[in-house]
């Protein structure tokens, strides 16, 4: 492992600070994914400064009914606090979803929504990878692809995004607060991240010395919510597909529809032509079936992981078609 220089923040100033004036420094939170990053020699940081001494530790609700999530809660606390259970359960799910319960106590919200890909051949240094080492290759195209995308993805590289809370975000249309010595600003957690085109190693819009410090919830939407995430085994895995849905149903009509999909694309992905087409629809399984494949019209899929249009499909009608009958009986 490559000698560091470790330092613990005792403000956002001075860590966005200590960040932004060398280049090879990384923010540490839980550290659940880059220290096994830097052990692994895939980051090579020369500075590490911990931000989990930050006062970033409330979960508040907000004057227009939102919610406000600071970046080093942990994911643990975020899917128990009552008012996300309360007024956001899909959320909750969605966090309870991921990784193990010994993990959630120390990753942080921040951290969870920057996590590096999961692709085996992002991690093993033997392997070409264009995320790594940009213009090398990508060797996941021929080789090992059961995880890889579907959707978004370019001949530079295929790699899945693995944040199942980050595909719940993209449907509650959460925005994260972003903190330089500069400026505060925000943007949308589906504009947070950056499809790999030419530039895989180019994952989201975060600057140099920017730190997450917020993410904020808008007031909930109306409606029913589900996540759903279809794995290899049942815990500790990463999604093959997940659904993250908000479904409203009034006089036999959908009303209010968000869906979010993981697993398939380098970034949590946001079915806006699914959306558009089903609202002011039936709700009948033929509609979901037909928006989802509008959706997954543009897929590449390769032979290793050709089955995930099929799963998606399947899976998007089974939670719209659970969340339709509760709405019925409601």
Not at 97 to 119: D, E, I, P, W, Y
Not at 279 to 298: C, K, M, R, W
Request: glycine content about 8%.
């Amino acid at each position: 492992m490559r000698p560091f220089d470790y330092e613990r923040a005792t403000d956002v100033a001075q860590a966005v600070t200590l960040v932004a004036e060398r280049p090879e420094a990384r923010f540490l939170g839980g550290g659940t994914n880059l220290v096994d990053l830097v052990r692994r020699g895939v980051e090579t940081p020369d500075r590490l400064i911990d931000v989990t001494g930050l006062p970033l530790t409330e979960v508040e609700a907000t004057q227009d009914g939102g919610v406000r999530v600071g970046a080093v809660v942990t994911n643990a606390d975020l899917a128990h606090h009552p008012l996300v259970r309360s007024h956001y359960p899909l959320l909750s799910q969605a966090v309870l979803a991921g990784a193990s319960g010994q993990l959630r106590t120390m990753a942080t919200v921040g951290g969870n929504l920057l996590q590096r890909t999961r692709c085996p051949y992002f991690t093993d240094l033997t392997m070409a990878c264009n995320k790594r080492v940009p213009g090398s290759g990508c060797a996941a195209r021929e080789g090992f692809t059961r995880y890889a995308a579907v959707l978004g993805t370019s001949e530079q590289c295929i790699a899945a995004h693995a944040s199942d809370m980050a595909v719940a975000l993209a449907a509650l249309d959460a925005r994260v607060e972003l903190t330089s010595a500069h400026r505060v600003r925000e943007v949308a957690v589906t504009d947070l991240y950056r499809l790999p085109g030419e530039t895989p190693h180019l994952e989201t819009v975060v600057s140099r010395g920017e730190l997450i410090t917020a993410v904020v919830l808008p007031p909930p939407p109306r409606g029913l919510s589900r996540y759903r995430k279809v794995r290899d085994r049942a815990s500790y895995a990463f999604a093959l597909v997940s659904v993250a849905a908000v479904l409203g149903v009034e006089d036999g009509r959908v009303t209010i529809l968000r869906l979010g999909l993981g697993g398939i694309a380098p970034k949590p992905w946001r079915a806006a032509a699914a959306e558009t087409l089903l609202v002011g629809s039936e709700p009948t399984d033929e509609a979901f079936s037909a928006a989802i494949d509008l959706e997954l019209v543009d897929a590449k899929p390769l032979p290793g992981n050709a089955f995930k249009i099929d799963l998606t499909r399947r899976t998007v009608v089974a939670v719209l078609r659970r969340l339709r009958d509760e709405a019925v009986t409601t």
